[in-house]
C-alpha cells in the first residue's frame, strides 16, 4: 500500500468536506460542477449493501449533474447534516488515490423535525483522479453500517413516492 502525502490528503478532506457542506447547505450548483469528474458514478447503498430506493428511485447515479438533480429535490424537503471522519488513502496511481471515509448523517423533515426524521451513518469507498491541478472524484461508493427512520418518515417516503414526489 502506497501512502499519500499530507498534502494530497489535505487536498482531498478538503473536496470530501465541500461535498458534504455542499449539499447540506443546498448548493447543487456547486456540488455538480466541483466536487466529481463529470463521469464520475455515484451509488448509495443501505445495510444489505444493495442501492437504496427512494420511491421509485434507485440510488445509482452516472454523473454528478445526475445526483446533484436527484438529490437537490429530496433534500428540499429536508434538513440534514453529514459529518465526514478522517479519511484512509492509498496512492494507486500518480494521478490517483484510493479513500475511504467514515460518515453519520442526519435527514429530518423541515416541518415535523425530529417527528420524521432518519439517522444513519458507514463509509464512502471513492476513487480520487487528480486533473489539472485539482482532486475529483472519480467513483464514489456510500455503504450504510446502520440506519434509524421513525415511522413519519417511512410514511413520508410512501407518500411522496405515490405523488410522484420522488
Known sequence: MAHVSPEVA?????????YARYADTKQWDKFDKEIGLPTAQYVYCGTDGQPVALGTKKCVFESPGACAAWFGNFFSYLETLHNIGLGDFEQIAPDQVKA???FEDQLFSKHLGSWAGLRGGGFYYETWKLVDGEWYIQDLRMERTYQQATFLFKVGLIGASLLGLI
Do not use: E, H, T
Not at 489535505?10 to 465541500?18: D, E, G, N, T
Open 100 to 102: 475511504v471515509f467514515g
Open 10 to 18: 489535505l487536498a482531498i478532506s478538503r473536496q470530501k468536506a465541500r
